[in-house]
């Protein structure tokens, strides 16, 4: 009975390091979902198709996907298609556009509601510790490599200056860097 209620209420410094660990994940994890609205609504004010839900479920977020990538007659939707396009070139990426935003929003609601559970108990073990940086570290880089992917066309889609290339090739490190890094 006692374990339901149990909760390890003492600081230490790898209860502070691992939790440090989860909340700038979450915040990065938050950022790429803020980031991904802005970008269905930049998409949707240049097609004249405004609505605000897209993390409401996952059917919002498929039709999000496969409109980046929709075909048609307007002017506005082939313009997006091609800086989709260009984005994807100018990144490099190895998975489709589509893959990339889908296993990032996985990995964001993993990190949302998932890599707490049983924390309290994972991080009283240097094995335990190691899992959950391990774990976090590869949600994270896949969400920043998504989250590079909806920056890019945003800045491509607004006309906005384009970071150099050494900045790009850098970001899911320094994203990485930032989220799991125990050093002060």
């Known amino acids: 009975m006692d374990r339901l209620f149990d ?13 440090g660990i989860v909340g700038r994940a979450l915040a990065f994890a938050q950022k790429f979902e803020g980031d991904c609205k802005a970008l269905r609504l930049l998409i949707q004010a240049k097609t004249g198709e405004l609505d605000s839900s897209l993390f409401d479920d996952e059917v919002a977020f498929n039709k999000f996907v496969s ?6 007659l307007s002017e506005q939707i082939s313009q997006i298609s091609k800086v989709v396009h260009e984005a994807i070139e ?3 990426l190895q998975s489709s556009v589509d893959e990339t935003l889908q296993l990032a929003r996985k990995d964001r609601n993993k990190i949302a509601h998932e890599v707490c559970l049983g924390i309290q108990w994972d991080i009283e073990s240097d094995q335990g510790r190691k899992r959950l940086v391990d774990e976090v570290s590869d949600c994270i880089r896949r969400i ?33 860097e930032w989220v799991c890094s125990t050093e002060g």
């Not at 390890?8 to 691992?18: A, I, K, M, Q």
């Not at 909806?150 to 320094?174: E, N, Q």
């Open 67 to 72: 409109d980046l990538h929709r075909e048609s």
């Open 90 to 92: 100018r990144l490099g």
């Open 7 to 19: 909760m390890e209420f003492e600081r230490t410094e790898f209860s502070d390091e691992n939790y």
């Open 144 to 176: 920043a490599k998504a989250n590079l992917v909806v920056l890019v066309i945003s800045a491509l889609l607004t006309h906005d200056d384009f970071p150099r290339r050494d900045y790009l090739d850098a970001y899911c490190d320094r994203v990485l």
